[in-house]
Each structure stands twice: as C-alpha cells, then as structure tokens.
C-alpha cells in the first residue's frame, strides 16, 4: 500500500491488476515454454494473494518439519539395514573360516560385526599350513592374503595414493573364494564396510552377500549403451536409500567370479561407482579384492 501498487478499498481487484500487470509487462517476455509459462502465472497469482491477503508466504517444497522427520526414519531405516547386512556377512564368513583350524585369532561373529574404524579387532588374522597342505600351495596362499591384507591397511591409512586392485587367479579348487574370505574377515576386523558380490545369485547367497545386479540395480536394456545403463542405474540407486548408503559408505568389495563378467558390465560398475560416490577413481576409489577363474586347457 505504500508503493501504491494496492489500496484497502478493494484488495482483491487490485491483486488481480498486479497480476495482470506482471504478466503483460515481465512474464510475456521471458523465454519460456507454454506449460512453465501457464505455472508461472498461477504461481505469481498465488504468492500475490497469499502474501497481500492472508499475510503468509506460500512455500511449494515439503515443509520442513516433514522434511526432518523424513530424513531421521530414512536415517534410521538406512542404519538398520547396513547393520543387519553386515552381522550376515559376518556370520557367514565366521561360519566358513571359524571351521578352520589352519585359520586363528578368528573372532566370533558378534565380535566381527560390533568392529568399527575406532575399535577394531585387536588381534591380526593369520594363516599357518595345514596338515594336507603342500609347502608350494601354503606359500602361493600366504603371498595371496599377504598382498590383499597389505592394500587393506594401506587403504585404511587414507595415503594420497590409489590403493591398487587385488586379483585373486588360479584353477578351480586350488582356494581363491577362501583367501577373498579370509581377507574380507580382516578388513571387516579392521571396521571397514565390507561386501561381496557375485554374478550367480545362489553363490551370493552361499557367500553370504548379494547379486550384482540387486546390488547395483543394473536394468536389463539390450539396446542401451554403457553410459544410459550406469544413468539408469543410479536413478534407481536414488530411489533406494538403503543401497545408495550402502555403495556411499563401501570400503572393500570382493568380487567373486569376476571372470564370468563382460567387459561393458565392468566398465557400468565404475561408472555408477563414479557418479555415486562423486570420484573420478576408478571404481570410486575404494579397495576392490577380485576373484579370477583360470582354466588350464
């Protein structure tokens, strides 16, 4: 009213002239299409009225109280998740290297799953020889772990350098599924967020991890390029807090039979690990233990 653009005798009228006057002398000229412009004209008609008559600034985002509220149950949802997928990890892998008296200084399941980056396990996992093992084969399998355990910890001492994949190779039989193991109950002792994949579904399961495709939620798109399916991908990954939480906070992931993978599935991979976690490393960044299958003709 002091402007003089409104008077008291009849505000309504004068609001629909203010509107008016935005439309023909800023709205018109702006470039826009027909539907933002037909939103912008209900939208300025809106604020004009709720602030000039009700007194109150219209706000077309979610409140902040339900935005809040929101946030805290997805936080927690996302907790519980990450905390039930770790204590099976756990309880698997405890499962299949506890067993093994070759293994000690095995902390119990419980023990694995309550590690974290501020109290870790305060014992080191070792390896020492069976007593069907070959001297050949406990030397092979030491240097194996030993490497792996290495880009473990050099991962953990956050190092301005990029901590160098593990590929785990060999015939079938000869250990490669039980060193990816013995290495993730190591990094999991250590507190880091661990996770093994698998492109067989029952053999994540056995592992006690998770497919890649439920994992990644890679859409089957025969005709799609590299690029549209890791887009396609991600967009999924916003949908669902839990994974994108999961694939934020991952420290090490064992890939088991990575061999049986194509080349555009490796190179999706990183790319959805780039946009995720907002890195131009490869993979993210993060500390990849990969299994390798060689058959020998």
Known sequence: MKARLICEADIKEDVKK????????????TPRG????????????????????????????????????????????????????????ARVCISAVGSVGAVTNVPSAEELAACTKNNPYPYVITLTRAERQSVESFEEQMACYCSCREAIEKYIQATPTFTKCRAITGGPGCGKTFVMIVSAVHAMALGLC????????????????????????????????????????????????????????????????????????????????????????????????????????
């Not at 006057?21 to 709205?27: A, S, T």
């Open 194 to 297: 661990v996770m093994i994949i698998c492109l067989l579904a029952k053999r994540a399961d056995l592992l006690g991890g998770i497919h890649m495709h439920a994992f990644f939620l890679i859409p089957v798109h025969e005709n799609a390029s590299v690029q549209r399916l890791a887009e396609l991908a991600v967009i999924s990954l916003y949908k669902n807090p839990e994974k994108l939480a999961f694939i934020q906070r991952l420290d090490v992931l064992c890939f088991d039979e990575l061999g049986q993978v194509a080349a555009e599935v490796v190179s999706c991979l990183d790319l959805i690990f780039r946009m995720v976690r907002k890195s131009d490393q490869f993979f993210g960044g993060g500390c990849w233990l990969l299994v390798l299958l060689i058959l020998y003709s």
């Open 18 to 29: 203010l509107v008016r006057k935005y439309v023909m002398e800023q709205l018109l000229f």
């Open 34 to 89: 027909t539907q933002m412009f037909d939103w912008l004209c209900v939208a300025a008609h809106s604020v004009l009225s709720s602030v000039l008559l009700l007194g109150e600034v219209p706000v077309e985002e979610m409140p902040s109280v339900l935005y809040t509220s929101l946030r805290q149950e997805t936080t927690e949802k996302v907790e519980n998740a990450i905390k039930m997928r770790r204590e099976t990890l």
